[in-house]
């Protein structure tokens, strides 16, 4: 009788909540349904070298590590969820992300066409030239907005954003605070439409026709900072005088995206008002980027042809901001993207000062049941990319003097220095069912002085990339690399310094082997011959556990750039053991 | 009476479910049509959701050695393969030509904000997962070796041979 009495209220109450409903199809009570997520991901780095990465006390530090732990909890309408990091002892190369704490913290209510998050967002306007939000952890990037983010979807084809907020810089302000009290950074407030105006018009939509149109505008509003590096301006009296940057700056961009068929046509531009920052060498005048691309892509075919300029195009939330810190804008470089060890040895950071880019890919796959071709067919790729700074129309002035002015006046059309070339060819042919095989060449040009910071020449490279994938058993799986990397100054030519910067030719040898689908077991060499003539071996040995991974390694990796996505750090030369962990709940 | 009370008790555990729910944010697939996991998962058929960039070798390999079997399987189970790019800013524009190039008859989906990515907590490419017919995730795993895509139709045939069952 008493047990009758408890439970039929809760029974009642939990279905009046619909927090549980037997009756209900699976879709629907799974929406009743509140679920979690649970992700832990570990980077760590053990030191053997007693000469390398010392502490301010000129010890050896042994340990680092970069920690997250991500929750989510997802429901019908509410999403909530938070990242900590922990990282007392960053990595090498990722001391800026010195810290702990929570570092991400939002709560998401959705209902019919409205969206609206409050805490940390990510995000991005077009393709980013304007604004984007977004964590990458092997650079240690992570410029989260926080504050409210609302997403409009009320009929098809429309989107409309709308956000406002504070971006993260590490771990410089209080738990739930918006801003670092001493130095504050700027507040942004944006808006971004974009609208597939092809679903609205009938005979677009049923000719297959699509045609879409963004318009995006954002601002920055950031107070003057006593303590930025100043420019002292002398006035007609003598007296010093001291910048005070523009406390409102306004971003505003557009972008189309044309698609019929095989043929794709898309562009997007954008304009700074004036925002004399660090980076552009607190110079006056307006910042402009714009970007055409064009492709032809039909069955076994494609072609692919883009530019993109961009002038003075580097925006920060800190006008006194360094390094990755606080990027309101992301421009990738306009290049491929390259993997292999060698090619990516020195890869281009996108110049948002100034540069004008071009590129440029094909593809196309051959027929297959061919004599020539072969049976399974034998697949080209041809790219080329070359990348050039603006033309000044006046060449005599020096940088230095250009503080406090509109800064140096560029032509839009004319190509200056060169700062970087791409260009290669790549064949892939299956041989067998169990063998197949990549066979690639790349020339690439890089202006060291430009990218890199250091040096006067442009290193000229060829490089040549065999790869070959062995299917041994329905077990075991073999894949192997050789690469050479040949610089066009060698031997006498070069410095003992160059050579000790490890100019000159480089082998590249990997072996992989891969057992059961779960453990991939890998040996690898980086060779500079031709330079400091030193080896830089690696063994790994990686092991899946459902939907976990671990990744032990032990070895020499080289001193050199990290890029990922046009923006790069410095990585030091490590010598040591390397855990990577990735769980998932 | 007790039949009563342990029905209650048994729906109380399934307040929190351990099967974490698909993330919900719209994306774009390579014709412009804006869709949702949910949507496209859980429909009946099975689906290797499969998240690659056109720079990612590893993830073109395994996708291109699927397309040779891809018909053989849908054929044997009915199998779904959803392609997610999570290329970034301008790299958007050359997933179509890759795609076209390699014949694939995937489904393509642009995840260039990284929405995807992140809410399914992926921390490299390629990253496969394989879902039921009824939307269970059944597989998770990141890495391409050749050979491991037999990995992937194997699942597929135990889960639709315990659901005969």
Request: net charge positive.
């Given at each position: 009788?008493?047990?009758?009495?408890?439970?039929?209220?809760?029974?009642?109450?939990?279905?009046?909540?619909?927090?549980?409903?037997?009756?209900?199809?699976?879709?629907?009570?799974?929406?009743?349904l509140?679920?979690?997520?649970?992700?832990?991901?570990?980077?760590s780095?053990?030191?053997?070298?007693?000469?390398?990465?010392?502490?301010?006390?000129?010890?050896?530090?042994?340990?680092?590590?970069?920690?997250?732990?991500?929750?989510?909890?997802?429901?019908?309408?509410?999403?909530?969820?938070?990242?900590?990091?922990?990282?007392?002892?960053?990595?090498?190369?990722?001391?800026?992300?010195?810290?702990?704490?929570?570092?991400?913290?939002?709560?998401r209510?959705?209902?019919?066409?409205v969206q609206?998050?409050?805490?940390?967002?990510?995000?991005?306007?077009?393709?980013?030239?304007?604004?984007?939000?977004?964590?990458?952890?092997?650079?240690?990037?992570d410029?989260?907005?926080?504050g409210?983010?609302?997403?409009?979807?009320?009929?098809?084809?429309?989107?409309?954003?709308?956000?406002?907020?504070?971006q993260?810089n590490?771990?410089?302000?209080?738990?739930?605070?918006?801003?670092?009290?001493?130095?504050?950074?700027?507040?942004?407030?944006?808006?971004d439409?974009?609208?597939?105006?092809?679903?609205?018009?009938?005979?677009?939509?049923?000719?297959?026709?699509f045609?879409?149109l963004?318009?995006?505008?954002i601002?920055?509003?950031?107070?003057?900072?006593?303590?930025?590096?100043?420019?002292?301006?002398?006035?007609?009296?003598?007296?010093?005088?001291?910048l005070?940057?523009?406390?409102?700056?306004?971003?505003?961009?557009?972008?189309?995206?044309?698609?019929?068929?095989?043929?794709?046509?898309s562009?997007?531009?954008?304009?700074?008002?004036?925002?004399?920052?660090?980076?552009?060498?607190?110079?006056?005048?307006?910042?402009?980027?714009?970007?055409l691309?064009?492709?032809?892509?039909?069955?076994?075919?494609?072609?692919?042809?883009?530019?993109?300029?961009?002038?003075?195009?580097?925006?920060?939330?800190?006008?006194?901001?360094?390094l990755?810190?606080?990027?309101?804008?992301?421009?990738?470089?306009?290049?491929?993207?390259?993997?292999?060890?060698?090619?990516?040895?020195?890869?281009?950071?996108?110049?948002?000062?100034?540069?004008?880019?071009?590129?440029?890919?094909?593809?196309?796959?051959?027929?297959?049941?061919?004599?020539?071709?072969?049976?399974?067919?034998?697949?080209?790729?041809?790219?080329?990319?070359?990348?050039?700074?603006?033309?000044?129309?006046?060449?005599?002035?020096?940088?230095?003097?250009e503080?406090?002015?509109?800064?140096?006046?560029?032509?839009?059309?004319?190509?200056?220095?060169?700062?970087?070339?791409?260009?290669?060819v790549?064949?892939?042919?299956?041989?067998?069912?169990?063998?197949?095989?990549?066979?690639?060449?790349?020339?690439?040009?890089?202006?060291?002085?430009?990218?890199?910071?250091?040096?006067?020449?442009?290193v000229?490279?060829?490089?040549?990339?065999?790869?070959?994938?062995?299917?041994?058993?329905?077990?075991f799986?073999?894949?192997?690399?050789?690469?050479y990397?040949?610089?066009?100054?060698?031997?006498?030519?070069?410095?003992?310094?160059?050579?000790?910067?490890?100019r000159?030719?480089?082998?590249?040898?990997?072996?992989?082997?891969?057992?059961?689908?779960?453990?991939?077991?890998?040996?690898?060499?980086?060779?500079n011959?031709?330079?400091?003539?030193?080896?830089?071996?690696?063994?790994?040995?990686?092991?899946?556990?459902?939907?976990?991974?671990?990744?032990?390694?032990?070895?020499?990796?080289?001193?050199?750039?990290?890029?990922?996505?046009?923006?790069?750090?410095?990585?030091?030369?490590?010598?040591?053991?390397?855990?990577?962990?990735?769980?998932?709940? | 009476?007790?039949?009563?009370?342990?029905?209650?008790?048994?729906?109380?555990?399934?307040?929190?479910?351990?099967?974490?729910?698909?993330?919900?944010?719209?994306?774009?697939?390579?014709?412009?049509?804006?869709?949702?996991?949910?949507?496209?998962?859980?429909?009946?058929?099975?689906?290797?959701?499969?998240?690659?960039?056109?720079?990612?070798?590893?993830?073109?390999?395994?996708?291109t050695?699927?397309?040779?079997?891809?018909e053989?399987?849908?054929?044997?189970?009915?199998?779904?393969?959803?392609?997610?790019?999570?290329?970034?800013?301008?790299?958007?524009?050359?997933?179509?030509?890759?795609?076209?190039?390699?014949?694939?008859?995937?489904?393509?989906?642009?995840?260039?904000?990284?929405?995807?990515?992140?809410?399914?907590?992926?921390?490299?490419?390629?990253t496969?997962?394989?879902?039921?017919?009824?939307?269970?995730?059944?597989?998770?795993?990141?890495?391409?070796t050749?050979?491991?895509?037999?990995?992937?139709?194997?699942?597929?045939r135990?889960?639709?041979?315990?659901?005969?069952?």
């Open positions: 009788m008493k047990k009758q009495f408890f439970l039929t209220p809760l029974l009642v109450g939990l279905f009046a909540t619909n927090i549980i409903s037997p009756k209900a199809e699976a879709q629907e009570e799974k929406d009743n509140f679920s979690y997520r649970i992700a832990l991901q570990n980077e780095h053990y030191n053997l070298r007693k000469d390398n990465l010392l502490d301010s006390n000129g010890k050896p530090m042994r340990f680092m590590s970069n920690n997250y732990l991500d929750l989510w909890l997802q429901s019908k309408y509410l999403d909530a969820g938070t990242r900590v990091e922990y990282m007392p002892h960053p990595l090498p190369g990722l001391e800026m992300t010195k810290g702990y704490g929570v570092a991400n913290i939002f709560i209510g959705r209902y019919e066409w609206l998050t409050l805490g940390d967002s990510y995000d991005q306007f077009g393709t980013g030239l304007l604004f984007r939000a977004y964590e990458d952890r092997i650079l240690g990037i410029n989260s907005l926080r409210a983010h609302l997403l409009l979807t009320p009929f098809e084809g429309l989107q409309i954003k709308a956000l406002t907020g504070v993260r590490h771990f410089d302000r209080p738990l739930l605070g918006f801003n670092n009290k001493e130095h504050a950074r700027g507040i942004l407030s944006g808006v439409l974009n609208a597939q105006f092809s679903q609205w018009i009938k005979p677009l939509k049923e000719n297959d026709y045609a879409s963004g318009f995006s505008f601002n920055k509003s950031e107070r003057d900072n006593k303590d930025l590096k100043n420019i002292y301006l002398k006035n007609e009296a003598g007296q010093t005088l001291r005070i940057g523009p406390l409102q700056v306004q971003g505003y961009s557009g972008r189309f995206l044309f698609q019929k068929g095989d043929f794709e046509l562009g997007e531009g954008a304009i700074k008002t004036s925002d004399p920052n660090r980076n552009n060498r607190y110079t006056y005048k307006n910042g402009t980027v714009a970007m691309m064009a492709s032809y892509a039909t069955k076994g075919m494609s072609f692919l042809l883009g530019a993109r300029r961009a002038e003075n195009f580097d925006f920060r939330s800190d006008r006194g901001a360094t990755n810190d606080v990027r309101i804008n992301h421009l990738l470089p306009f290049t491929p993207q390259e993997s292999y060890s060698l090619v990516a040895l020195r890869p281009y950071a996108t110049q948002a000062q100034g540069e004008w880019a071009f590129q440029s890919e094909g593809r196309w796959s051959s027929p297959k049941k061919s004599s020539f071709w072969g049976k399974y067919g034998t697949q080209f790729r041809l790219f080329a990319s070359y990348i050039t700074g603006l033309k000044p129309l006046e060449t005599n002035t020096s940088t230095t003097e503080e406090g002015t509109l800064g140096r006046e560029n032509a839009f059309w004319g190509l200056g220095t060169k700062y970087f070339h791409d260009y290669g790549e064949v892939t042919r299956k041989f067998t069912p169990n063998y197949s095989a990549v066979l690639s060449y790349y020339n690439q040009a890089y202006n060291e002085s430009v990218i890199a910071q250091h040096g006067t020449d442009i000229q490279s060829h490089i040549w990339v065999y790869e070959g994938k062995h299917k041994v058993s329905s077990n799986s073999l894949r192997t690399e050789l690469q990397l040949h610089d066009t100054k060698t031997g006498e030519a070069l410095s003992d310094e160059q050579k000790e910067e490890e000159g030719d480089w082998a590249f040898g990997l072996i992989e082997i891969g057992i059961m689908s779960d453990w991939i077991i890998s040996l690898s060499d980086q060779y011959l031709g330079g400091g003539k030193r080896h830089y071996p690696l063994l790994s040995l990686a092991k899946t556990f459902g939907a976990n991974r671990v990744q032990l390694s032990a070895g020499k990796t080289r001193a050199g750039i990290n890029c990922s996505g046009g923006v790069c750090r410095y990585v030091p030369e490590t010598s040591g053991i390397n855990l990577s962990v990735s769980l998932n709940f | 009476m007790k039949k009563v009370v342990l029905v209650a008790l048994l729906s109380l555990f399934t307040f929190v479910t351990i099967q974490a729910q698909l993330p919900k944010c719209p994306v774009q697939d390579i014709d412009g049509k804006k869709v949702t996991l949910p949507q496209l998962i859980g429909k009946g058929k099975p689906v290797i959701l499969s998240f690659f960039a056109t720079w990612c070798k590893p993830c073109i390999n395994e996708l050695t699927i397309a040779d079997y891809y053989d399987w849908q054929e044997e189970t009915g199998v779904e393969l959803i392609a997610v790019s999570i290329d970034q800013g301008a790299d958007v524009r050359k997933v179509k030509p890759l795609v076209r190039s390699k014949e694939w008859s995937y489904q393509v989906l642009l995840d260039s904000n990284g929405d995807l990515k992140q809410q399914l907590s992926i921390p490299a490419v390629p496969v997962f394989v879902f039921s017919a009824e939307g269970k995730q059944l597989y998770r795993h990141t890495g391409y050749p050979g491991s895509e037999q990995q992937l139709i194997r699942i597929i135990d889960s639709l041979k315990s659901t005969k069952k």
